[in-house]
């Protein structure tokens, strides 16, 4: 299990990740990331809403563990017109 | 229709450009998301799993042709071409920016609407009866109290950090079609000795602790329900409790206090204030009636309907009610079509809708709390062209409140309170009954309600079957519920036994429902009934067994 750090765009909402350089839209340029002082820079900078860490399998894309997470990670299921691929 | 008057649009007004300034001040870092956060919230302005969600209020579910052809234009301009029907008559569009934010508020506001207390521990939008005002069977249109409520609620400086939301429903008939028995506050207009007057319930509500409403006022004449309604704020908002977010709304109060203390309370709360003249005077209510006028019925508009086409039969059967006035109808439009998403209309029905109520249903539209829209005042002689143009823009289903009319809400796929899906449960169970019409309607009047968590926006404590998602592990999971309504004859589901995934949910629903079928009194006999009759033990026996 890895950490992935994810959160909201301030701007438009969209979901973003982590790519170890910045953030991306797409979860499959997510990077396994878990460093706490990367976080607080994050809140601190007030661009991205609700900054968090979360469980993921290693993979490409990462797998989240959650059901929820990974629905974050592709859009509503309901939709895959609106997918995020 | 209300039409706002200068003080109504000032408000709406004054309420865009302060949210614009509020939004260039965040996104030009001035304010923290801290500070931000119930600033956008007051404007119904959520952040939710993909994006920021609107929610746009549309009051006791009535809606203009130019108003919902705004709704599809904003749908168009600022979201992905759709938007959603809500459990609560109103709508929300799930793909908002920021930064368009305010224009969109504009754009509204150009149509006499707003997203105001839409969020947070206030009262909420009014609801009501989506046939209020056309309806055969009651006392008096509704809708202009709706309408004095929702202008006594609007920005009451006194409630606007209550311990928690609270949301109020009318109607006027012995039939409820606005669940009023679990709402904060339920009214029903009644006539006593020739006078209009509230019967008043308090204390209803679903969510993690769903309980019905105690009637604590048979009858309090029209001319001072807003007093009433105050005092009872007023004792919520002084002893409803603001420590514990679980226990914070009025039912919580009414059941720790008990139904007879908590009338006593407002009792003699309402008589301390009875002299302070708080309800609307006569020429206001007067000037708010007036608005809510009948059209004008054609008085030659004929009686009867040429039933020759089978299909157009079967619609008029299940989606079509009777209306106050010979000649006319009231019709449902169904936003439950064969794999669609229960309450989502694109852009292009909704203008359809609004061209379709301007030609036959004098410009006016309801939206339903199952998440439907209807056309209150059609000629009877209308209805089959009506059909034939719902039709081509799959908007024609016959199926309101059959086994397929299932309201679900947004759940996991959008929601972040969420702790599963909804939708696709929904999807599923209809997909099993959606190709045999004849099979859903020996079925009957069945009301499937599903949530995505214990909030129940989806109304599953009410559900004839009610179907609550839950979290197990970070996975979903489905816990079934049988003998809920939140009709006049309103009471809560009872849970079934162990949950299941997504598929055994299916399967189980579809178990229940043949059981029905095979233990039923006879045709006539409806689903929720034979429950009571029969209790949970054929169905658990079905399902478990």
């Known amino acids: 299990m890895i ?15 982590w790519t170890g350089a910045g953030w991306s839209l ?23 809403n609700d900054p968090t860490f979360i469980d993921a399998e ?25 997918a995020r691929i | 229709m209300y039409k706002y008057d200068q003080y109504d649009q000032a408000l709406v007004d004054a309420r865009v450009d302060e949210f614009r300034d509020q939004v260039a001040r965040r996104l030009a870092g001035e304010i923290t998301e801290d500070q931000f956060k119930p600033l956008r919230l007051m404007n119904g302005l959520y952040l939710q799993l993909h994006a920021y969600m609107l929610r746009v209020a549309i009051p006791y579910g009535t809606l203009s042709s130019p108003q919902l052809r705004m709704l599809a234009h904003i749908s168009r301009k600022y979201d992905r071409d759709y938007a959603h029907f ?39 939008n009014i609801s009501s009866d989506q046939f ?39 109607t006027a008939s012995d039939t409820d079609r606005a669940a009023i028995q679990l709402h904060d506050i339920g009214l029903q207009l009644v006539r006593k000795d020739g006078q209009l007057g509230f019967r008043v319930l308090v204390g209803g509500g679903m969510g993690r602790t769903p309980m019905i409403g105690h009637w604590v006022r048979e009858f309090i004449p029209v001319s001072q329900y807003l007093t009433y309604c105050e005092a009872i704020l007023r004792v919520y908002n002084r002893y409803g409790r603001r420590d514990n977010i679980y226990k914070a709304r009025i039912k919580i109060l009414v059941h720790e206090l008990g ?15 009875s002299d302070l003249g708080l309800d609307a005077p006569q020429a206001e209510v007067d000037r708010i009636a007036a608005q809510f006028a009948d059209p004008e019925y054609d008085a ?16 008029v059967d299940q989606n079509v009610h009777a209306h106050k006035h010979a000649g006319y109808a009231i019709a449902t439009i169904s936003l439950k079509p064969p794999r669609g998403i229960p309450g989502d209309a694109s852009s292009a029905q909704m203008d359809l809708i609004a061209d379709l109520a301007e030609r036959y249903s004098f410009g006016e539209l309801r939206v339903t709390h199952s998440q439907n829209l209807v056309l209150a005042h059609v000629r009877k002689a209308d209805l089959y062209a009506l059909w034939q143009a719902l039709a081509e823009a799959d908007l024609a289903t016959p199926n309101l409140d059959l086994v397929t009319d299932i309201i679900a809400c947004p759940g996991l796929d959008y ?77 809560l589901a009872k849970i079934l036994g162990p949950g299941f995934n997504k598929a055994g949910v299916v399967d189980a629903v579809e178990k229940i429902i043949e059981r029905y079928r095979s233990v039923r009194s006879g045709p006539d006999e409806r689903f929720l009934d034979t429950y009571r009759r029969l209790g949970d033990a054929p169905f658990k026996e079905a399902v478990y067994g």
Not at chain 1, 29 to 46: N, Q, S, T, W
Request: aromatic share 6%; hydrophobic share 40%.
């Open chain 1, 3 to 17: 950490k992935l750090l994810t959160g909201n765009e301030l701007l438009t909402g969209d979901v973003l990740w």
């Open chain 2, 86 to 124: 809500t459990t609560r008559q109103n709508i929300q569009y799930n793909w908002i920016k920021l930064e368009q934010a305010p224009d969109l508020m504009a754009d509204l506001a150009s149509v006499e609407m707003h997203a105001i207390q839409t969020s947070g521990n206030c009262i909420r």
């Open chain 2, 132 to 170: 209020a005002g056309a309806a055969a069977d009651e006392v008096a249109d509704p809708r202009p109290y709706a309408e004095l409520l929702r202008q006594w609620s609007s920005f009451h400086p006194e409630f606007s950090f209550l311990p928690r939301k609270f949301k109020i429903a009318v």
């Open chain 1, 58 to 82: 290693p993979g490409n894309p990462p797998v989240p563990r959650t059901a929820r997470e990974r629905i974050r990670g592709v859009g509503p299921s309901v939709r895959p017109d609106l």
């Open chain 2, 415 to 491: 929601c972040t309170l969420a702790n599963a899906r909804s939708i696709p449960v929904a999807q599923k169970i209809a997909a099993r009954f959606e190709s045999d019409l004849a099979r859903q309607r020996d079925i009957g009047e069945l009301k499937i309600k599903v949530s995505g968590c214990i909030n129940a926006c989806g109304h599953h404590h009410a559900g004839h079957i009610g179907i609550l998602g839950v979290d197990r592990k970070g996975e979903e999971s489905y816990q079934l519920s049988l003998g809920g309504s939140g009709a006049e004859d309103a009471s």
């Open chain 2, 300 to 315: 030659g508009a004929p009686d009867t309907l040429d039933r020759s086409d089978p299909d157009f039969a079967v619609w």
């Open chain 2, 259 to 273: 139904a007879e203390e908590f009338t006593r309370q407002v009792e003699a709360e309402f008589a301390a204030m």
């Open chain 1, 26 to 48: 797409h979860l499959r340029d997510a990077v396994a990331v878990d460093d706490p002082a990367l976080l607080a820079r994050i809140v601190a900078e007030e661009r991205v």
